[in-house]
């Protein structure tokens, strides 16, 4: 069975800081490529990063580049996502997605909010 299982989303103050991680199984994560999305409500779903199975090839969105810093550990089957000086327009459910293949796969999704 595929699964991916984000954690540490929580709420923040302007200006702090949040790790996202995402863990898999059961599907080829080391030769995957994986990317993280966001969907504010009431709004569609956004791309913002994504890593290339290798881990050194990475995109950034602009919404987010300069801030946010995502990486991965093919030992340990797990793709990080560092946010620094979030925004209040960063508040969302963030999905983890995996791609290999035409296979996609996604984390049933973790939320952030980013308030005073």
């Known amino acids: 069975e595929v699964q991916l299982v984000e954690s540490g989303g929580g709420l923040v103050q302007p200006g702090g800081s949040l790790r996202l991680s995402c863990a898999a199984s059961?599907?080829?994560?080391?030769?995957?490529?994986m990317s993280w999305v966001r969907q504010a409500p009431g709004e569609d779903p956004d791309w913002i990063s994504a890593i290339r199975s290798g881990g050194v090839v990475k995109f950034y969105d602009n919404s987010v580049k300069g801030r946010f810093a995502i990486s991965r550990d093919n030992a340990k089957d797990t793709v990080d996502l560092q946010m620094n000086s979030l925004k209040p327009e960063d508040t969302a459910v963030y999905y983890c997605?995996?791609?290999?293949?035409?296979?996609?796969?996604w984390g049933q999704g973790t939320q952030v909010t980013v308030s005073s």
């Open positions: 997605r995996g791609q290999r293949l035409g296979y996609i796969y």
């Open positions: 059961g599907f080829s994560f080391g030769s995957s490529d």
